[in-house]
């Protein structure tokens, strides 16, 4: 399809494990973003990233938190000894950029609704 | 800080009603704002941005700078509006690029 990809849609996970959040945005967009809705909130900005580099992580709201992409192409998201706050929706948005402007238009995924017990 | 305010979670009007939904913000910089739209089982997507000027689905939204604001407005309202509505704000600069989003207004149209 042509949209922003999420896997998986569901997880659910045991306190302590490690999880890993996969994007795949659409194709010639090359600014990713990731964000994190818990329940009852807004959306919280969690890292950006232009090609393969992450100007902006300033959301990562612990060490726990990473994410990577390969060039400009998918992006995974890894949360590591998983915490019963980090249950939320992670969505992932790409979008293009214009001799180094941004549209601000993001298309995002449907996200991954993530558990922890 | 950029901050984004939107001061009701739930907005609940009779279809044919005017619908206001507001969007307060705080930025150093000259701002870009967006509303996004998510309704039911539907992804995230964008509605409208003020440079733009434009009205989409009978939506517009005005930037007051005075005000800091750029609340959404609908005449009359449709059964078919009902969704959340997100207003976000640029944050791109510098090695920031990212939009700010408000924790949303879920519009409830009535019948």
């Known amino acids: 399809g042509a949209g922003v990809s999420q896997s998986p849609s569901n997880k659910v996970t045991e306190k302590g494990k490690d999880v890993e959040l996969r994007c795949d945005p659409i194709s010639g967009h090359t600014a990713l973003y990731w964000y994190r809705q818990r329940l009852g909130q807004g959306l919280e900005f969690l890292i950006y990233?232009?090609?393969?580099?992450?100007?902006?992580k300033s959301g990562l709201p612990s060490d726990r938190f990473s994410a990577e992409r390969t060039g400009e192409s998918v992006s995974t998201l890894t949360i590591q000894r998983t915490q019963q706050e980090d249950s939320a929706v992670y969505l992932c948005?790409?979008?293009?950029?214009?001799?180094?402007?941004?549209?601000?238009?993001?298309?995002f995924g449907e996200g991954s609704r993530l558990t922890v017990l | 800080a950029q901050r984004v305010t939107q001061p009701e979670k739930l907005l609940s009007v009779f279809k044919g009603a005017p619908v206001e939904l507001k969007c307060n913000y705080s930025?150093?910089?000259?701002?870009?704002l967006f509303w996004y739209v998510q309704y039911s089982r539907q992804r995230l997507q964008l509605l409208l941005r003020?440079?733009s000027r434009e009205s989409i689905k009978g939506f517009t939204a005005d930037l007051n700078k005075g005000e800091t604001s750029f609340h959404l407005k609908k005449p009359f309202a449709q059964e078919e509006d009902s969704a959340m509505y997100y207003c976000?704000?640029?944050?791109?600069?510098?090695?920031?690029?990212?939009?700010?989003f408000g924790k949303g207004t879920k519009l409830s149209v009535k019948p």
């Open positions: 930025y150093s910089g000259s701002p870009e």
């Open positions: 990233f232009q090609g393969n580099s992450a100007p902006d």
């Open positions: 948005a790409s979008s293009l950029v214009f001799t180094g402007r941004h549209t601000g238009e993001l298309f």
């Open positions: 976000a704000l640029s944050n791109y600069g510098g090695s920031q690029g990212n939009l700010i």
């Open positions: 003020h440079i």
